[in-house]
């Protein structure tokens, strides 16, 4: 399979949607949100589908998805936070595209996320330091996936993307 997609990873909050939707507009290519494909596949939100189904359920129609994905045209795919937590997730990625990690601090994180209900991981955990501990834990799958990675904190939206642009000409 010739390399095609670019997956953009990285924690919940990061800006993986905001970057995605702009780097997509600049590259010419589709963008896929894995995360609103499976509420569109299943008919409900991501809080709806934990809650009934719990968390290995939906973990399981994130690899379903990454295998369809690799049958599809080029695109953009902004990740869902803990897609990089199954190794066989990352292998198949790195099959049809390319990784950029996006990082920001976890005060960056908190500021971003704090306020909003859709993450069933953070529900009950908006705080620092279940971020930071969270984080600190997925790091390393983060970091063994990336090609690529950017660190998002303190820059506008258009600055990451010709950051990131700039970058994946060697890719
Ligand atoms: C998750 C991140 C979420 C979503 C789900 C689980 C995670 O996506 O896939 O709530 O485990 O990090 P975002 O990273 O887009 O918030």
Redesign the pocket.
Known sequence: MDRQHLFLIGF??VG??TVARVLCERLGLPLIET?ARIEAAQGMT?TELFRRSGEACFRDLETALLQDLSREAPAVVSC???IVLRPGNVRRMKESGSILLLTASPEHILRRVSGNTT???LNGNMNLDHIRALMERRMPAYLAAADLRISTDGKPVAEIVSEILSALSPL
């Open positions: 919940m909050g993986k949607s995360d991501i869902g936070g803990g993450r069933p991981i």
